[in-house]
């Protein structure tokens, strides 16, 4: 049975960092694993996923954000900072069991996502 916990959020102030985790169970963490987040009133963004071969990150991310995984502990980790009030969102990892990250963040299998409020 796949699963997906993340944990690690919380409120911070502007400028302030973050690392966010994500526990899988279920699969192989070799698979592809993404970042997802959503922000009240907005869509679903993709913030990054990583892959085998590849990491990848959403523009309005990209250098202040960064993914990595721990094999042995079966996680994956976002660590944000610079963080922004416009970083408040519930962040979500999810991952279709696949090798190959899907840019259009359309996965399958997502984890119940944790709150990270920026706010001064």
């Known amino acids: 049975q796949v699963q997906l916990v993340e944990s690690g959020g919380g409120t911070v102030q502007p400028g302030g960092s973050l690392t966010l985790s994500c526990e899988a169970s279920g699969f192989m963490l070799t698979y592809a694993i993404a970042w997802i987040r959503q922000a009240p009133g907005k869509g679903r963004e993709g913030v990054g996923c990583?892959?085998?071969?590849?990491?990848y990150y959403a523009d309005s991310v990209k250098g202040r954000f960064t993914i990595s995984r721990d094999a042995a502990k079966n996680t994956v980790f976002l660590q944000m900072h610079s963080l922004k009030v416009e970083d408040t969102a519930v962040y979500h990892c999810a991952t279709d069991r696949t090798f190959n990250c899907d840019m259009d963040y359309d996965y399958d299998y997502w984890g119940q996502g944790t709150q990270v409020t920026v706010s001064s």
């Open positions: 990583i892959s085998r071969s590849a990491t």
